[in-house]
């Protein structure tokens, strides 16, 4: 059984939705802990009675947690769910004691084939990371951190568990939207993991974790309708900063980052995501225009899509001011 969490507002919903249903097609027995971050986000994810599946009330964490709703005056809301989510992760690990490996997962990634490749390379290993891998010309983003937060592991054990209990500990005393010369909210405490504990694995595999600052770094290609990123297989993308602009237009969030969607990341990446957003707006109520959160944040390119009977189309063009500028030709 692989064991998972996240954490979620209402306009997330559809996103943890298209999270789910990818674990769902591509993972085996797993069980995915879910905190709503507000009632309407609880009481519709609740509804929709998703198998594999238990959601939690913030009160809940916050009633088992004191100095954690101390630590929520004089945060904004974004840095509160920062500070969230370590918390949430030992509490789990408190509460629920058949949960040998606990992985956060933030809300907005989504699976393309089994991530049983990282469980095997962390099968000796108490805590799992993944590193941002942003090409030469982006260095300077690694004030933001080495490593990214998309998904992070913790064994019950003693190495895990002290790993843990320091990010809990350090997110609760310093957990802001800003970057310091040793934190960032709750991302830049993982630099500290390999120096400060043992048995702490980076996970490199490079189909991990593909995302809109790492994409230029990698060569994306197709085999036998798979998306191969240096020759291994794409296990999840992670689709920071895509915001749903209208029911046709998308903002990637790709541009930002200075990189060029080649057609397959087009078809095979954003295609699939969109189709399941599009999908599950009935579900989960119209598609918010999402905000984008200042952890690596940045406007991009737009994608035009239209239902054909062959498919659907995808256009790419630079969003300026929410303005389509211009739309190069349609993918094949």
């Known amino acids: 059984m692989r064991y998972f969490c996240t954490y979620f507002d209402h306009n997330y919903l559809p996103r943890v939705l298209a999270l789910y249903h990818s674990l769902v097609k591509h993972s085996s027995a797993f069980h ?3 905190l709503c971050m507000d009632e309407d986000a609880y009481g519709s994810f609740e509804r929709l009675q998703l198998p594999q599946t238990t959601a939690f009330r913030l009160g809940q964490l916050e009633c088992a947690n004191e100095e954690l709703l101390r630590a929520k005056q004089g945060r904004s809301k974004v840095e509160y769910y920062y500070t969230c989510g370590p918390a949430f992760l030992l509490y789990l690990l408190d509460c629920h004691s058949q949960i040998d490996l606990i992985t956060y997962l933030d809300a907005d990634l989504f699976f393309f084939s089994d991530p049983k490749p990282l ?28 490593y990214n937060v998309g ?30 010369e040793n934190r960032y909210a709750d991302q830049k405490y993982l630099n500290q993991f390999p120096l400060r504990f043992k048995s702490v694995r980076v996970l490199r595999h490079p189909g991990a974790n593909l995302a809109p600052w790492n994409v230029a770094n990698h060569r994306i290609t197709e085999h036998h309708d798979r998306v191969w ?22 903002d990637t969030n790709l541009g930002g980052y200075q990189a060029s969607p080649s057609p397959i990341v087009k078809r095979k990446v954003f295609g699939p995501y969109i189709s399941e957003m599009r999908r599950l707006s009935s579900q989960a109520g119209p598609v918010r225009s999402l905000r984008n959160s200042s952890r690596n944040s940045s406007r991009g390119y737009g994608i035009f899509v239209r239902s054909l009977r062959t498919g659907v189309q995808l256009s790419f063009g630079i969003l300026r001011r929410a303005y389509i500028v211009a739309f190069s030709k349609s993918a094949p």
Do not use: M, N
Request: glycine letters at 4%; aromatic letters at 20%; a negative charge.
């Open 32 to 34: 995915l802990f879910a």
């Open 229 to 250: 990123v240096d020759d291994q297989a794409l296990i999840f993308f992670h689709f920071q900063g895509f915001r749903v602009i209208t029911s046709w237009l998308f």
């Open 119 to 146: 469980f095997d390379d962390l099968e000796s290993f108490s805590v799992g990371i993944v590193e941002h891998r942003f090409p030469k010309r982006q260095a300077k983003l690694k004030r933001f951190g080495i």
């Open 151 to 180: 998904w992070v592991s913790f064994r019950r054990d003693e190495h895990g568990l002290e790993c843990l209990r320091w990010w809990v500990a350090s997110c609760i005393e310093w957990c802001y939207d800003r970057v310091e």
